[in-house]
């Protein structure tokens, strides 16, 4: 990725794509894949791999073991994917990620070591979670509106927009009360669904304060570098080299919210035709279908999807 081709962007999932065997078949076909895991595992002092593997399930959904999972899986399939076609690889013109994919996004650009950002995933997942245990909240997904009849939502309900996903897919966020206030207005005006989803944790809202402090340290110790290629940040929606800029974006991640809608209208009105995710689950690219269906989306989500991507079919 010395130089780049802005037809191609490379994006990571966030949270929401784990599952006990993720990256099981990955680690034994593939040793870079191996490595990164076996790498993880002496860096977290725990078999982050085995959580991965087998699970249980209550374990590997716990947001302090989920996030540096999703993480690693995440850049082991990077690590098989460019062994397998470093040669054919296409240029990456921007790296996005959905939230915490966002770290994996600069992990596969070179801008944090691997080490280095499996050490902020994990704090960032400790952190989040003992916010939310000292500020209990919670998220629900709203579907059928647009923005600003969900921003009027919020705004009367008393809680906040946390991923704008998609055109009429918006999560929200709030405490308990003031959340299921906000599904009862969406339901009423018209909302196809008012969802609550299965988390305790009010992500990329204000309550994440606490954990802000904790991860602004963490990311402060940090070293990081300009990336091979520009990362759109989430809370800008727009691209950027600048080390500075991308620590002050990790940061304001944690208490804003995840503009993905318009980071891929950004990405595609910087020429990106096609857009390559890779993580355990295909996420992302469901959503960049209902924003932009001109950009063609393509997965790498296993072993079996490596040995048979074909790398001339990320060439729009």
Known sequence: MEAFDQKLALVFPGQGAQFVGMGAGLYEQFPEARAVYDQADEVLGFSLSRACFEGPAEVLDDTATTQPAIYTTSYALWRALVARICQDMPRIGYVAGHSLGEYTALAAAGAIGFEDGLRLVRCRGEAMRDAGAAAPGGMAVI??????????????????????????????????????????????????????????????????????????????????????????????????????????????????????????????????????????????????????????TRSVTSAEEIASLDSEVLVA
């Open 143 to 296: 579907l059928g509106l647009d923005d600003d009849a969900v921003a009027a939502i919020v705004a009367d309900a008393g809680v906040w927009m946390a991923n704008l996903n998609s055109p009429g897919q918006v999560v929200i966020a709030g405490e308990g009360v003031a959340l299921e206030r906000a599904c009862r207005l969406a339901t009423e005006r018209g909302a196809k669904r008012a969802q609550p989803l299965a988390v305790s944790v009010a992500c990329h809202t204000p309550l994440m304060g606490a954990a802000a402090e904790r991860l602004g340290r963490a990311l402060a110790a940090t070293e990081i570098a300009a990336p091979l290629a520009p990362v759109v940040s989430n809370v800008t929606a727009q691209p950027t080299a600048d080390a500075a800029q991308i620590r002050a974006n990790l940061l304001r991640q944690l208490c804003e919210p995840v503009r993905w809608t318009d980071s891929v209208r950004a990405m595609a009105a910087g020429g990106v035709r096609v857009m390559l995710e890779v993580g355990p689950k295909a996420v992302v690219s469901g959503l960049v279908k209902r924003i932009d269906r001109a950009i063609a």
